[in-house]
């Protein structure tokens, strides 16, 4: 019997189209790698996280991944279920913030300040959120849920305007469906 063959420097991707973005989506053999926008020089494209990774174009692989990100984007997914490779990610204090992120409920948001102070009483503002902009996954590890205050959303790798515009999707949705 013939194995699959594996090789942990190929990643596998695809992309989609959802208004008003082309979403690369990437993953390894154990999970999610990569969520960004194709051909994406201004905001750091998969290349900036994976700069020595072979990447193979497999639609198939990938489209569980891209099923669930057009349920998301459609209101019919609040949580994603899919494993997600961390593999590669930063440093044990990167991954907690990470980790945290992933608990923060669809449509809530809290600030940087709020998650340095539930990480083991952090008050490392600025090292959360530097943990969160090294977020390669993103929408799936909602890091557009972390926000500055309640008056300035600040920074996102899209943008502003688009961690804006996915925190106003979700509170859209929950609303529509309270």
């Excluded at 990774?53 to 569980?64: I, T």
């Excluded at 991944?65 to 609040?78: C, D, I, N, P, S």
């Excluded at 997600?84 to 923060?104: A, H, L, R, S």
């Excluded at 503002?125 to 205050?149: C, E, G, M, T």
């Amino acid at each position: 019997m013939l194995m699959p063959f594996s090789d942990p420097n190929i990643y596998y991707y695809d992309n989609v189209e959802i208004k008003p973005w082309t979403y690369q989506l990437a993953v390894s053999n154990t999970g999610l790698a990569f969520v960004g926008l194709k051909d994406d020089n201004k905001y750091s494209s998969i290349y900036t996280f994976y700069p020595n990774q072979m990447m193979v174009h497999d639609p198939e692989r990938v489209e569980p991944y891209v099923k669930q990100l057009k349920e998301y984007f459609a209101g019919t997914r609040k949580k994603f279920t899919l494993p997600i490779d961390y593999g590669t990610f930063g440093t044990p204090f990167q991954n907690k913030v990470i980790e945290m992120i992933q608990k923060i409920p669809y449509g809530s948001t809290v600030t940087y300040g709020d998650l340095a102070s539930a990480i083991n009483g952090s008050t490392s503002v600025r090292a959360v959120a530097h943990a969160v902009a090294l977020n390669p996954n993103l929408i799936f590890v909602p890091s557009h849920r972390v926000i500055l205050n309640d008056k300035q959303v600040g920074g996102y790798r899209m943008g502003a305007k688009e961690k804006l515009r996915l925190i106003n999707l979700e509170k859209g949705y929950l609303n529509a469906n309270s």
